[in-house]
């Protein structure tokens, strides 16, 4: 006899049963990216390590993605996202810096962005943001 069924008595396939409980298995290792796009007090990277500290995430280390205007301030940047998690006392396994940011996209990088929108389904990206952008 099934144990969950759906709402109208069925039994619940054990696709649905693997996806309801597959947070509550402990997960063992990975990585839980973190993009610091603005100072925001702390917010963005205390959520992410207060994940850390949880059993089911004890395992995964804490990465964090950084921009800088110039590649000339690579270093600077990177020294002080590293000060401030440790002021947060954040463990953290890298700091990685994207340079350029105010830099447009090669040709080469938007042609293969089209391509993954190509693939997506009509609506889900409307028109204007795509030509906005």
Do not use: H
């Not at 990277?45 to 207060?50: A, C, D, E, G, R």
């Not at 995964?60 to 110039?70: G, I, M, P, Y």
């Not at 401030?84 to 990685?96: D, G, W």
């Amino acid at each position: 006899r099934a144990v969950y069924t759906d709402t109208l008595g069925n039994p619940v396939s054990p696709a649905v049963i693997q996806d309801i409980n597959q947070f509550q298995v402990s997960k063992r290792s990975g990585t839980i990216d973190v993009w610091w796009l603005y100072d925001d007090g702390g917010l963005t990277l205390l959520l992410p390590y207060i994940l850390t500290t949880r059993q089911q995430f004890a395992g995964c280390q804490l990465r964090v993605f950084t921009l800088a205007n110039r590649k000339y301030d690579l270093d600077r940047e990177t020294r002080n996202m590293a000060a401030l998690l440790a002021k947060f006392r954040i463990e953290f396994t890298s700091v990685i810096v994207i340079p350029d940011v105010t830099k447009r996209a090669s040709d080469e990088t938007r042609d293969a962005f089209n391509k993954i929108v190509e693939g997506l389904p009509e609506g889900n990206i409307p028109e204007e943001e795509l030509i906005e952008n």
